[in-house]
């Protein structure tokens, strides 16, 4: 049960990845739309920057996630501390989000969707990479990976 709970929890972060990646080009035309053409040239550059990159830095997260899921449910402490790793850092996501953007922008549609999506991921992986372990499973401390 571990295992596909922390499958979904990477799952939820690929998901993230993608629809972060879809819509970038649906708000770089709204800042284009809505600012001056000055000012949009001006703030579509790191705007951009800043959308591709975290959609692309999801991608590894999801798929460490998935890869790590059924090691981190044998005990191997490599994918122990990947799994956490990876809760601890989306559990931070969607009260980043709240601070930095305030209420103002949770009247798209996408924007709620990745914050729903970004809380749930982080619900997952918290329950499943913290819950606590109570069998001893023998040979859990390799790090060979297999």
Same mark, same amino acid.
Not at 62 to 70: C, K, R, S
């Given at each position: 049960?571990?295992? $596909?709970?922390?499958?979904?929890? @990477?799952? /939820? !972060?690929?998901? %993230?990845?993608? #629809?972060? &990646?879809?819509?970038? +080009? ?22 951009? $920057?800043?959308?591709?990159?975290? @959609?692309? /830095? !999801?991608?590894? %997260?999801?798929? #460490?996630? &998935?890869?790590?899921? +059924? ?76």
């Amino acid at each position: 049960m571990r295992t $596909l709970v922390l499958r979904a929890g @990477g799952a /939820l !972060l690929l998901l %993230l990845a993608g #629809l972060h &990646l879809a819509v970038t +080009p649906l708000i770089a035309a709204l800042v284009q739309e809505s600012a001056m053409p000055a000012s949009a040239g001006w703030l579509l550059p790191p705007m951009l $920057l800043n959308h591709v990159t975290v @959609g692309v /830095l !999801l991608v590894p %997260l999801g798929i #460490l996630t &998935l890869y790590a899921a +059924p090691h981190a449910t044998a005990g191997a402490r490599w994918a122990i501390i990947t799994t956490r790793l990876s809760a601890c850092t989306v559990a931070t996501l969607p009260g980043l989000v709240l601070f930095f953007t305030g209420s103002r922008y949770f009247g798209a549609p996408f924007f709620r969707l990745a914050v729903a999506i970004a809380g749930l991921a982080a619900v997952v992986l918290l329950f499943a990479a913290f819950w606590p372990r109570t069998e001893a499973l023998p040979n859990a401390d390799t790090d060979s990976g297999s």
